[in-house]
């Protein structure tokens, strides 16, 4: 498996501009995660979708950011408009959620490499 | 709201030597804890995944452990290698699958 797969891999934009950006989870997996990382607050969750359903969005800082999914095999998301301060690493994770059963596989998030943005 | 805490910020060491990364969460109430590893300027590796019900996981050098009741994880890297030279994060899993992170380990270990 290619694992998560994340794109791009680095985008420089300037403010007011609008930016998406795209993940493929892995294959099979039902739960997916948009997490932002800056030095500063370190890795916090955005927002969080299971069977391509937006279950906790409450981490998304505000109406500027906006997620999707429209199929099990495709995330995005989307800054509009963008500003200096989202400048950070986004990293998108995805899971198999098995609830309280399951082996030890169960719930084990798998992150993609990132996209670096930076906003001027 | 749970909070997780990672001590030390920062750790050298030279090969060879075994250590310690420790994790606190300020609630038990989890339903597992998972160590990563992360290199600079990349993605976060899955080390390893303790459910709740489990005392400590084994991968390799690696081994990692959960006191839920106390609010602790340990991690522990028997014989250590410049090769694993990373920051290290702890994750809680507090429930619905959504991670909180502490804000990491830096471990250097020179050769």
């Known amino acids: 498996d290619a694992g998560v797969i994340q794109s791009p891999r680095h985008e420089v934009t300037e403010m007011g501009q609008e930016v998406t950006l795209r993940c493929k989870p892995i294959?099979?997996?039902?739960?997916l995660f948009w997490y932002r990382q800056t030095m500063m607050r370190g890795l916090e969750l955005l927002i969080y979708f299971n069977n391509n359903v937006p279950i906790d969005d409450s981490g998304m800082p505000e109406d500027r950011f906006s997620a999707k999914m429209p199929n099990a095999s495709f995330s995005t998301l989307k800054i509009q408009p963008s500003e200096p301060r989202d400048s950070a690493v986004y990293f998108c994770?995805?899971?198999?959620?098995?609830?309280?059963?399951?082996?030890?596989?169960?719930?084990?998030?798998?992150f993609g490499p990132g996209t670096r943005l930076t906003v001027l | 709201k749970q909070e997780v805490t990672q001590i030390p910020a920062a750790l050298s060491v030279p090969e060879g030597e075994n250590l310690v990364l420790n994790c606190s969460f300020t609630d038990s109430a989890i339903y597992n804890l998972q160590w990563f590893r992360q290199d600079p300027g990349k993605g976060l590796t899955s080390l390893l995944l303790?459910?709740?019900?489990?005392r400590e996981q084994t991968s390799g050098r690696l081994n990692a452990s959960l006191d839920k009741s106390s609010g602790r994880s340990t991690l522990y890297i028997a014989a250590s290698q410049p090769g694993d030279s990373a920051t290290y994060l702890c994750a809680v899993n507090s429930g619905y699958s959504t991670l909180t992170f502490g804000k990491g380990t830096m471990l250097l270990v020179s050769p």
């Open positions: 994770a995805s899971s198999l959620y098995g609830g309280s059963g399951g082996g030890s596989s169960y719930n084990e998030q798998f």
């Open positions: 303790i459910q709740s019900s489990q």
């Open positions: 294959s099979g997996h039902n739960s």
